[in-house]
């Protein structure tokens, strides 16, 4: 093995702290999962409010934006997923 | 992420205590010939808390105006005194719309912030769909 190859795997192997989640990456995406309902359950209940009765249009119009940046994030994490999984998938042999 | 979600609540507070401005201005200049009223005023005030925390702005209580009541000399009206003067209103047309025109002014700023946020952080969604 060159040595150029040779601190490519050392700059790898001190890299790899970094990218280690606090827990398991399940709890991780549990606890995404569970912040984004939380975002949602709080938008459905404002917008049905509005809806109803004179509610304050600022908290309508910021929790539809907050639900608006979660969904976007989601979608894009799910999109990725999907693709990483997809690239698996094509793997030959 | 949460830093987008903090701006777009600041912005929120800050065209709510507009929008209270507002309404307190306009509630003066419907009332400019009422007699006895007072004009109402209300100060803002900032949430402090740690150096991090986020600073939303909020109304704080609604406040009457003590200086004088104007005197308007008209012996025909019922309320006048002896002299023939009722006290009118101390509101100045002047400054409430003068007030009303900054406050125009502040929320189309929260509107361009609230518009930028959600530009930046779509922008940086759309990093990831290439």
């Known amino acids: 093995m060159d040595i150029k190859g040779l601190s490519a795997i050392q700059k790898y192997a001190a890299a790899r702290p970094a990218t280690a989640v606090e827990d398991s990456p399940a709890q991780a995406m549990r606890a995404a999962a ?8 709080q938008t459905e209940q404002t917008a049905q409010t509005a809806m109803i009765s004179d509610a304050d249009p600022h908290a309508l119009v910021t929790a539809l934006a907050q639900t608006e940046l979660a969904v976007e994030t989601a979608v894009s ?6 693709e990483a999984y997809q690239e698996i998938l094509r793997m030959p042999g | 992420m949460s830093a987008f979600s903090d701006a777009l609540e600041v912005t929120s507070s800050g065209l709510r205590a507009q929008a209270m401005r507002l309404r307190h201005l306009s509630e003066n200049i419907s009332n400019a010939d009422t007699p ?6 209300v100060p803002f005030e900032t949430a402090f808390g740690s150096r991090d925390a986020v600073a939303t702005v909020a109304t704080g209580r609604v406040q009457l105006d003590q200086t004088t009541l104007d005197r308007i000399h008209d012996p025909s ?5 002896a ?5 009118g209103s101390n509101v100045s047309l002047l400054i409430e719309l003068a007030d009303a025109r900054e406050a125009q002014r502040s929320y189309e700023a929260n509107l361009k912030i609230f518009e930028q946020t959600r530009k930046m952080s779509s922008g940086l969604m759309e990093l990831l769909r290439r």
């Open chain 1, 34 to 41: 569970t912040d984004f309902a939380t975002t949602l359950a």
């Open chain 2, 83 to 87: 002299s023939g003067h009722y006290e």
């Open chain 1, 77 to 82: 994490v799910r999109n990725k997923m999907v």
């Open chain 2, 36 to 41: 006895g009223y007072r004009r109402k005023t």
């Open chain 2, 77 to 81: 009206h019922p309320l006048a005194d």
